[in-house]
């Protein structure tokens, strides 16, 4: 299994960094586990609509460009819908037994993802309707990504 994270911007924490590096490393005894980043597009703290509507286009594409066609794809959004780490381990387990074995989750931006990006998802997830960091999510993900495959061995890691 190859699970990909596509991410807008780079990572500064050193803190988040040692985190998601921690996960990636018990990841690796079960899936091959990147993080790609694409650049963020510059821009003024205060945009008109269509000024966000350009930047999220942009990156858009960014991210889309690291995306191939055999991929099933996990948008990260507010509106997706929300799973319990069980839900989420069956669902990722399913996704394998079926032949899907390249799953790739994005993480947009700031201003979030474009439309494009959107219908190129397979699925919307959505951990709550907290606002969180982007690079926090990073590691959340990692965790959760993580958390699902040792549900899925029975581990007493899940509690």
Same mark, same amino acid.
């Given at each position: 299994?190859?699970?990909? *994270?596509?991410?807008?911007?780079?990572?500064?924490?050193?803190?988040?960094?040692?985190?998601?590096?921690?996960?990636?490393?018990?990841?690796?005894?079960?899936?091959?586990?990147?993080? *790609?980043?694409?650049?963020?597009?510059?821009?003024?703290? #205060?945009?008109?609509?269509?000024?966000?509507?350009?930047? #999220?286009?942009?990156?858009?594409?960014?991210? /889309?460009?690291?995306?191939?066609?055999?991929?099933? *794809?996990?948008?990260?959004?507010?509106?997706?819908?929300?799973?319990?780490?069980?839900?989420?381990?069956?669902?990722?387990?399913?996704?394998?037994?079926?032949?899907?074995?390249?799953?790739?989750?994005?993480?947009?931006?700031?201003?979030?993802?474009?439309?494009?990006?959107?219908?190129?998802?397979?699925?919307?997830?959505?951990?709550?309707?907290?606002? /969180?960091?982007?690079?926090?999510?990073?590691?959340?993900?990692?965790?959760?990504?993580?958390?699902?495959?040792?549900?899925?061995?029975?581990?007493?890691?899940?509690?």
């Amino acid at each position: 299994m190859n699970i990909k *994270v596509v991410v807008v911007g780079k990572l500064k924490e050193k803190y988040l960094k040692q985190g998601i590096a921690e996960y990636a490393k018990r990841l690796s005894k079960f899936c091959k586990f990147e993080i *790609v980043e694409v650049n963020d597009e510059k821009a003024p703290e #205060k945009l008109s609509a269509a000024e966000m509507e350009q930047v #999220k286009i942009i990156e858009g594409s960014r991210i /889309l460009d690291k995306i191939k066609d055999k991929e099933y *794809v996990f948008v990260l959004a507010i509106e997706g819908k929300e799973r319990s780490s069980e839900e989420f381990s069956t669902e990722l387990s399913k996704l394998t037994t079926y032949g899907k074995s390249d799953i790739t989750f994005v993480i947009g931006g700031s201003l979030g993802v474009s439309k494009d990006v959107m219908s190129r998802a397979n699925a919307e997830i959505s951990f709550g309707r907290f606002t /969180l960091p982007h690079q926090l999510m990073r590691l959340v993900l990692t965790e959760q990504i993580y958390r699902a495959f040792m549900i899925n061995i029975g581990s007493p890691y899940h509690k």
